[in-house]
């Protein structure tokens, strides 16, 4: 496809800000803010005020442009040599490496002053949460661990919704970091399966180059597990109502019928699995852990 063929997407209409708003997917921010918002209501038991609710998602906002601004422009050699990623706007030269790192600089800035607008605590862990979500983009290049790397980084956003209500971390903040962590590095797990012979090519680490499709399936099922677990102990903890484990319940028939959806030979879903429905898990969850909370 030529950079004419490119420039034609709808998106481009936009001009450079279109561009750089499809490279970090921005759209997807729908689906990483109730992770934040899930330990938002449990810590305040309910809805805080507009205020914390606004910082929040601009920090959330930030954090996750950040993390995707700095992985497109770290891995923009390896996204050339791969043909599922070639496309992307800066192996394509549809945008300058300097774009990439402004944005990522006004990323940062935008997600360390909301930190600041929220509490001490919030604003003190700001640098290691974005040094966390920055350097996980250098991990497949030296572990296999690279993928409950990049679920510690979304993991952590609940803990940071929890500290930026109560300014503190409890357990129950915790556990919901692990739920969210082991969910996230499933799916990756997943969705690595499709760059298995890339990776091994070139000396990139994960855990289907190491071991195969076959035990990174099997792996990604053990992490659900855990989320599944994870999310139950929560509730209990909390005291949270029938509706929050209804609420679970759909959201491991849609972890079921994800994992329905691949196998080791047939990967042709994977980006079904990935986006689709791990959205609608993540909404689900939100959204039934949302009503417990407010209807107790």
């Known amino acids: 496809m030529s950079n004419q063929a490119k420039l034609d997407k709808p998106w481009s209409r936009m001009g450079k800000i279109g561009v750089l708003l499809d490279s970090i997917r921005f759209e997807h ?146 556990i919901l970091c692990i739920s969210v962590s082991s969910w996230i590095a499933g799916f990756d797990l997943i969705y690595q399966c499709m760059d298995r012979e890339f990776d091994i090519q070139n000396d990139l680490k994960s855990v289907p180059a190491r071991w195969g499709n076959s035990v990174s399936l099997t792996l990604a099922k053990i992490m659900h597990v855990v989320t599944v677990v994870t999310l139950l102990i929560v509730g209990w903890i909390h005291g949270l109502s029938l509706i929050y484990f209804v609420g679970v319940a759909i959201a491991s028939l849609l972890l079921v019928y994800e994992h329905s959806l691949v196998t080791a030979n047939d990967l042709t879903r994977v980006t079904l699995a990935f986006f689709k429905v791990n959205g609608y898990i993540a909404l689900t969850v939100f959204a039934f852990t949302a009503a417990a909370i407010l209807l107790n």
């Open 29 to 174: 921010s729908v689906f990483a803010l109730p992770f934040a918002y899930l330990g938002m209501m449990m810590a305040a038991d309910g809805l805080p005020n507009l205020d914390k609710i606004f910082w929040i998602t601009v920090a959330m906002v930030a954090a996750r442009t950040l993390a995707m601004g700095a992985n497109r422009y770290i891995d923009k050699d390896i996204d050339a040599k791969n043909p599922r990623t070639a496309a992307r706007a800066l192996p394509a030269d549809l945008m300058k490496p300097s774009d990439m790192i402004i944005m990522c600089a006004v990323s940062l800035s935008i997600f360390m002053f909301s930190a600041f607008m929220l509490n001490s605590l919030a604003f003190a862990l700001s640098p290691i949460a974005a040094l966390v979500i920055v350097l996980y983009s250098y991990s497949k290049r030296f572990t296999w661990l690279s993928h409950f790397w990049l679920g510690l980084s979304d993991g952590i956003a609940p803990v940071g919704g929890w500290i930026a209500v109560s300014n503190t971390i409890t357990i129950e903040s915790i």
